[in-house]
């Protein structure tokens, strides 16, 4: 009889512990992590603030479920929440992630609608190159055929509209006609829907996962909030990646001056020490709900978890305290400069793109005609598994052309990394490109 093989046995080494922006596994090899793994380790690892944190309301109690109690870490780290976002964003549901705080906001999005008596509006509009999560009802509007393919078929039907990519944009359209364009496409999408059966459009406003740290052209944004009020179809922002600070503001879309109506976060939220992620909506959102059926029908066994919030909170604390969204926006210039230094001109670097703590590079086997490499070479594969090798945790992704061409790698470094730890972060990876790409 053959043993079975370990998830560790199968190439991946074991990680023992982290300090700060390092990871060790247990042969001693240190990594530098300069993703934070998937864009979560906002504060980098064992933070003793937040650890001690977690530890005091263990003490206290675990986790008192949320169908009999709320408890002070979850009021006041809504507190906070609230005046992180401003202008009316103090309802929120706390989940265990990412997915589930897209789920919810699909769901208050259906529940909103109803309470209006807009029955019918049950369709959503999302975009190609786009990834909100693994549960079906996110994935249904995912835009990432590598990680839905398996599963069509029991997906809600959902209706896509072009990615917002001024890199790759419809063909034979020019840049300054972009906006104009992607507005007047999704304005056509919700007519073809029939607006009275669409009930939102979600969009990411730094595309991860999907496409690699892409940010939505100037005036994006409010052009298709523009487009939604006309209908009436509410806007969901999917800030799961982009959101709590990686991008410089605390609302990603902050930074495009434009509001949603509903907006899921997590990743940075919690900082990866306890799972955790939320979904917050505006009063206006809230008002009817609550007045038509009490409050948002939507809950799980682990929703408001005691501890997380506890942890979460200390992280919240400690990014304002530490004035780590400033610092931010001061290095992130310095960092997109930095590799545009020493990469921008390499033939097999299409782009380098992003914001703040949230930069993507895009590789190409043709610079000139921004033609990707073969899939079969599997490039970004190269480029993490490179990386590894030498020392440096980033987040490679293929398929973002298309769902099956295309290769990038995102940068997300902790937003207490210091100085040297960026240049180091950034040392690493043009060392790492360059020898995939020779």
Not at 5 to 26: C, L, M, W
Not at 274 to 289: C, M, Q, S, V, Y
């Amino acid at each position: 009889m053959s043993q079975k093989r370990t998830v560790a046995e199968n190439a991946q080494p074991i990680v023992d512990y982290g300090r700060g922006s390092y990871v060790f596994d247990k042969t001693g090899k240190r990594y530098i992590d300069g993703s934070g793994g998937p864009a979560v380790y906002c504060l980098g690892h064992a933070n003793k603030e937040v650890n001690d944190a977690i530890k005091a309301q263990l003490d206290r109690i675990a986790h008192g479920y949320r169908g009999n109690f709320t408890s002070d870490p979850l009021e006041e780290l809504q507190s906070v929440i609230a005046e992180c976002c401003g202008r009316g964003f103090n309802n929120m549901l706390f989940v265990t992630g990412g997915s589930e705080a897209v789920e919810s906001c699909l769901k208050l999005a259906l529940q909103y609608q109803q309470a209006i008596g807009e029955n019918k509006r049950v369709r959503f509009i999302a975009r190609h190159r786009s990834w909100h999560g693994n549960t079906l009802g996110a994935l249904a509007v995912s835009g990432f055929s590598q990680r839905r393919d398996l599963y069509e078929g029991a997906l809600t039907p959902a209706s896509f509209v072009s990615a917002a990519n001024a890199y790759r944009p419809p063909d034979g359209v020019a840049p300054e006609q972009l906006v104009a364009v992607l507005a007047a496409e999704l304005d056509r999408e919700i007519d073809a829907a029939g607006a009275q059966n669409v009930c939102a459009f979600i969009f990411e406003p730094v595309v991860g996962a999907a496409a690699g740290a892409v940010p939505a052209p100037p005036g994006y944004a409010s052009a298709i909030r523009e487009v939604c009020d006309h209908h009436g179809v509410l806007v969901i922002a999917d800030e799961v990646m982009c959101g709590a600070g990686r991008t410089g503001t605390w609302r990603a879309l902050e930074h495009d001056a434009v509001e949603p109506d509903i907006m899921a976060v997590a990743k940075g939220l919690g900082g990866g020490y306890i799972p955790l992620g939320a979904a917050i909506f505006h009063d206006r959102i809230a008002e009817p709900i609550n007045r038509e059926h009490g409050g948002p029908m939507s809950g799980h066994t682990f929703s408001g978890h005691t501890t997380a919030c506890a942890g979460a909170l200390a992280v919240q604390k400690i990014v304002a305290r530490d004035g780590l969204l400033e610092r931010i926006r001061n290095k992130g210039p310095w960092l997109m400069a930095a590799l545009s230094d020493e990469l921008g001109d390499h033939p097999h670097v299409g782009n380098i793109r992003g914001r703040g703590y949230f930069i993507g590079v895009e590789f190409v086997a043709d610079r000139a005609t921004r033609e990707p490499f073969d899939p079969a070479q599997m490039v970004f594969a190269q480029i993490r598994d490179a990386a590894f090798a030498n020392g440096l945790i980033c987040y490679p992704v293929g398929g973002n052309v298309d769902g099956v061409r295309g290769d990038h790698a995102i940068l997300a470094p902790p937003y207490n990394a210091s100085d040297s730890e960026l240049a180091e972060i950034v040392e690493k990876f043009v060392t790492t490109c360059r020898q995939v790409l020779r």
